[in-house]
T-cell receptor
Framework: AQSVAQPEDQVNVAEGNPLTVKCTYSVSGNPYLFWYVQYPNRGLQFLLKYITGDNLVKGSYGFEAEFNKSQTSFHLKKPSALVSDSALYFCAVRVGPDTGRRALTFGSGTRLQVQP | DAGVIQSPRHEVTEMGQEVTLRCKPISGHNSLFWYRQTMMRGLELLIYFNNNVPIDDSGMPEDRFSAKMPNASFSTLKIQPSEPRDSAVYFC?????????????FGPGTRLTVT
């Protein structure tokens, strides 16, 4: 079984401040972890993924995420938030290496609101 | 590349009617996923295909829902008969399937309203 928890429904941050969106996961095996962003009335857009290797993963739009195996976490971060970062963010996981099951399990989403 | 294409973008129908949602995946992708998004239940996987073959349909709510992928460039999700509780945004996503770990690319979604 695999699951993802995003403990915060909403995160508020001032423009220019660092932001963190939290994600914890549970899988029976090695995790493959993803972050997606959804803007209003749009589909989800891929931001970044962790497969193996360096625990700090860099992605699109200046976002990065840190994989922490002991805490089973994969928090999304950005050093300086922009108002345009305001959106809904989803963490997702699937077990790896390949077991034939390619589907992702998504978290419930966290709404990021960046105030000017 | 045009990305994942879904049609229609909006569908309003009356309870009991048949609804067909369509998806064209990114050319060259061989995995296709159908999701449903609601405020109450979030993003749910309904079914996915690898090389046009359904792999896991355990997320399909009930027999009123069916999905097909007759070829690598087209898939449909059909609801017959539709009910008000089927109102949601339905997303199609595609990815590569093979060596490596590939992200999914989502279409813009179809907003379904059943009255």
């Amino acid at each position: 079984a695999q699951s993802v928890a995003q403990p915060e429904d909403q995160v508020n941050v001032a423009e220019g401040n660092p932001l963190t969106v939290k994600c914890t996961y549970s899988v029976s095996g090695n995790p493959y972890l993803f972050w997606y962003v959804q803007y209003p009335n749009r589909g989800l857009q891929f931001l970044l993924k962790y497969i193996t290797g360096d625990n700090l993963v860099k992605g699109s739009y200046g976002f990065e995420a840190e994989f922490n195996k002991s805490q089973t976490s994969f928090h999304l971060k950005k050093p300086s938030a922009l108002v345009s970062d305001s959106a809904l963010y989803f963490c997702a996981v699937r077990v790896g290496p390949d077991t034939g099951r390619r589907a992702l399990t998504f978290g419930s989403g966290t709404r990021l609101q960046v105030q000017p | 590349d045009a990305g994942v294409i879904q049609s229609p973008r909006h569908e309003v129908t009356e309870m009991g009617q048949e609804v067909t949602l369509r998806c064209k995946p990114i050319s060259g992708h061989n995995s296709l996923f159908w999701y449903r998004q609601t405020m109450m239940r979030g993003l749910e996987l309904l079914i996915y295909f690898n090389n046009n073959v359904p792999i896991d349909d355990s997320g399909m709510p009930e027999d009123r829902f069916s999905a097909k992928m007759p070829n690598a460039s087209f898939s449909t999700l059909k609801i017959q008969p539709s009910e008000p509780r089927d109102s949601a945004v339905y997303f199609c996503a595609s990815s590569l399937y093979g060596e490596g770990v590939y992200e999914q690319y989502f279409g813009p979604g179809t907003r379904l309203t059943v009255t």
